[in-house]
């Protein structure tokens, strides 16, 4: 069994938990944090083995970047490329002369520019901060 927990960084070294429930009704237009409004925040999701209910071990990690509105919800556009942008990605993919289309530069280029856009890692104070959150108390093994 696994269990996701999310966690916002709205400011370098800040992490604030999110309950995964909030985090989907956020996701769905159902919930509005409006201390973010107008805001880009920071999103982690780490993916935890549980065992008997306890967390045994932090077994993946996803950083997002999530846009608020001018009232608090998460714009359904967060983290995603603009439709221009992912038909100038597709057509380098498809119309790439190179055997392995991950040698192709123009596809790399593209790529790189996705994980700059729309990726983020966190400091080592905001992977403590979380995990101490998910850990409390514990030895703590991440893969």
Known sequence: MHKDFVFLCP???EVVS???????????????LPQYAGR???????????QDGQPQKAVNATHALLDFDSQGYASPH????????????WQ???QSTYDDVDE???VQKLRQAMHDEFSWMPSEREQRLMLDNI?????????
């Open 11 to 13: 400011a370098p070294d």
């Open 92 to 94: 380098a993919v498809t």
């Open 78 to 89: 967060s983290g995603n490329f603009s439709r221009e942008q992912n038909r100038a990605f």
């Open 104 to 106: 192709d530069p123009q």
């Open 135 to 143: 850990f409390p108390h514990q030895e703590r093994e991440t893969h």
């Open 18 to 32: 999110l309950a995964h429930s909030d985090f989907v009704a956020l996701m769905r237009g159902e919930k509005a």
């Open 40 to 50: 880009q925040i920071r999103l982690a999701i780490l993916y935890v083995a549980m």
